[in-house]
């Protein structure tokens, strides 16, 4: 489905945050009641469909903080 560019090397649990600045992509790594929560989340939301889900992807977008205080210099 991806191409080589979408590799992620990271098998933990994690989400990803990009930055809209710098597009740096940082893991956060969940731990396992926090994955729990967002996929009982997901599920809650799904459910307003008649879809199947079969996976999920979860970017945040931001401004990360080493350009934040770029920004402030």
Do not use: W
């Not at 929560?37 to 889900?53: M, S």
């Amino acid at each position: 489905k991806y191409g080589p560019d979408r590799f992620d090397g990271n098998l933990m649990t994690h989400i990803h945050f990009q930055c809209e600045q710098c597009n740096n992509i940082v893991d956060i790594e969940l731990k396992s009641e926090e994955k729990e929560k967002i996929d009982n989340d997901l599920l809650a939301v799904l459910n307003k469909t008649d879809a199947i889900l079969t996976t999920s992807e979860i970017l945040l977008i931001g401004i990360c903080k080493q350009c934040q205080n770029h920004d402030m210099n």
